[in-house]
Each structure stands twice: as structure tokens, then as C-alpha cells.
């Protein structure tokens, strides 16, 4: 029984990252009609994941296309609204600039997900998530004491409360 259980998490989980490193970026896409940007959801979602999984210092051509496309959907969306507070991101991505860009990865993915959700608070929660998830890996990126701090709170359970504190 145990094998079995490792066995499928290991498959899973190889799964999981052959489905990060297949992201391509759409040719030629058009995003003028809200139509456009409905039809590219799914490639939002999979923009996401690649650009959260892939270490920052790997692939930077595709990285660079890949944040274009997901900027330009974003900015001309009217699907998903992420309120950015510099009070509260800008310590977290000053030192490791791609930062910005999978904080509103995060907030996307969870509003693409849950309905277009409004919910700032948990859009916050998601897009530090994805910050703490892609800095863990410690691949490509700048060493932050900032963000080592918000490692901890999400560690010990404290950043949903920290969120509730700060996001109104």
C-alpha cells in the first residue's frame, strides 16, 4: 500500500513539472475583445504556473515572451482587478524585480480559478504565496530578509491574520 502511495505521488509529480516545462507562448495572439481575453484563460493559467516553476535564471527568452503576454492580458483584462498597495509589495519586490509580476500571477490564478473572486485579501494571500513558493526554491533569485520574514509568517500560519491586518 505504501509503495503504491509513493508511486503515485511520483507520478504526480512528474506530471506536475513535464505540464510546467510544455507551456508555450501563444503566436500571434490578439487581445482586443473581452472575448480574446476570455478565450486566452487557460493559457493565462498555464503562463502562471510556468513563470512560478521555472527557476528565473533558466529559459529567459521564454521567460521575457511569457511575461509579455501575461502583462498585456492582464493591464486589458476586466476579468480579474489586482490592487497593489506599495506599501505592502513593494519591501517584497524591490530586491528580486520579477517579484511583481508572480505576485500578480498568484492574485490571477486564484481569481481565474475561483470565479474572477474579488476578494482582495485572499488575492493578496495567493500572490505572496506564489512570491514565498518561487523564493523557497532559492533559484535565480537575490537573498531577501524581507521576504525571508514572510516566509516565516506563512511558515508558522500568521500571513492570512498579517493580510487581514493590512488589506482592508
Known amino acids: 500500500m505504501t509503495k ?6 511520483i507520478l504526480f ?3 506536475m513539472t513535464m505540464y510546467a516545462q510544455e507551456f508555450a507562448v501563444p503566436k500571434n495572439y490578439v ?4 472575448s ?3 478565450k486566452y484563460e487557460p493559457d493565462v ?14 529559459e529567459v527568452k521564454k521567460r521575457k515572451e511569457a511575461n509579455a503576454f501575461f502583462l498585456e492580458w492582464i493591464v486589458g483584462t476586466k476579468s480579474v482587478t489586482i490592487s497593489i498597495d506599495a506599501d505592502i509589495t ?3 519586490t ?8 508572480i505576485f500578480m500571477g498568484g492574485w490571477t490564478r486564484y481569481a481565474l480559478e475561483n470565479n ?3 476578494d482582495k485579501q485572499k488575492g493578496y494571500y495567493e500572490g505572496l504565496k506564489s512570491i514565498i513558493n518561487v523564493y523557497k526554491k532559492g533559484i535565480g533569485i537575490k537573498k531577501d530578509e524581507d521576504v525571508d520574514d514572510l516566509v516565516e509568517m506563512y511558515d508558522n500560519g500568521e500571513l492570512e491574520e498579517w493580510i487581514r491586518n493590512k488589506v482592508k
Request: glycine share 2%.
Open 4 to 9: 503504491r502511495i509513493v508511486m503515485i505521488s
Open 116 to 118: 474572477y473572486s474579488k
Open 31 to 34: 487581445l482586443k475583445r473581452a
Open 45 to 58: 493559467i498555464a503562463c502562471i504556473n510556468w513563470l512560478e516553476n521555472t527557476p528565473l535564471n533558466e
Open 13 to 15: 509529480l512528474g506530471c
Open 94 to 101: 524591490d530586491k528580486n524585480s520579477d517579484f511583481i509580476t
Open 90 to 92: 513593494s519591501k517584497y
Open 36 to 38: 480574446d481575453f476570455k
